[in-house]
């Protein structure tokens, strides 16, 4: 167990670990089922673990690489949906994926910051914002600064969580990391089941003036 600790903690810092997370974001844009916002939480946790302004230097790298990937991955989800119909693609229209973006869909024209970066904080809200916007044919000088705004709020969001945890506790960095994922995870399901809960009240309201 000692030796696993020493291994993970040797994560804490490194340069190279921020290019992994920057990686893997960039490569979520289209596989949906990595563990993006689990990873930026438990290096944030344990970049926090270090003393002082190196802990703030290094939370700030980590946020750069993050941002950047994710941004990387959007336009890359984004020229692929329009070049080859990605979007069209059967495993992309699932009952959820579809429900979500439709909801983008309807507000993206009237509400853009707003719903790229509420959105994204939902499970597949990411991908859902990005084929929305390509569907749409939004120009790339429009997309671009929505893709880094909902980006730098979505790993904030993370690298907060993660730091909270982490400098709560320098000397259980595992055990602080561990919490830290949990509690994102939480949040996320929790984000899921207040969102539907907000669809089927708003579904409600247009059905009962249909009615009216």
Not at 125 to 132: E, K, M, N, S, W
Not at 178 to 191: D, E
Request: some cysteine; hydrophobic content about 55%.
């Amino acid at each position: 167990m000692e030796e696993l600790s020493e291994w993970v903690l040797g994560f804490r810092g490194s340069g190279w670990s921020f290019a992994v997370a920057a990686l893997v974001l960039l490569i979520g844009g289209i596989v949906t089922f990595l563990p993006s916002q689990s990873l930026v939480v438990a290096l944030s946790a344990l970049t926090a673990g270090d003393q002082g302004w190196t802990a703030l230097i290094n939370l700030f790298g980590l946020f750069a690489f993050c941002v950047v990937g994710m941004v990387l991955g959007d336009i890359g989800t984004y020229w692929l949906a329009r070049g080859v119909g990605f979007g069209k693609w059967s495993w992309m229209n699932g009952r959820r994926l579809t429900a979500v973006r439709k909801r983008v869909n309807d507000q993206l024209e009237t509400r853009p910051k707003w719903v790229m970066v509420t959105v994204r904080l939902l499970p597949m809200g990411r991908i859902a914002t990005v084929l929305a916007a390509s569907d749409a044919r939004m120009p790339m000088p429009r997309f671009l600064p929505l893709s880094a705004l909902a980006s730098a709020v979505w790993v904030g969001y993370a690298v907060l969580i993660g730091a909270a945890f982490g400098s709560w506790s320098e000397s259980n960095s595992l055990l602080m990391m561990a919490l830290a994922v949990v509690t994102a995870i939480a949040l996320g399901v929790l984000a899921q089941l207040v969102n539907g809960w907000f669809e089927k009240l708003t579904e409600r309201r247009k059905a009962h003036q249909v009615a009216g």
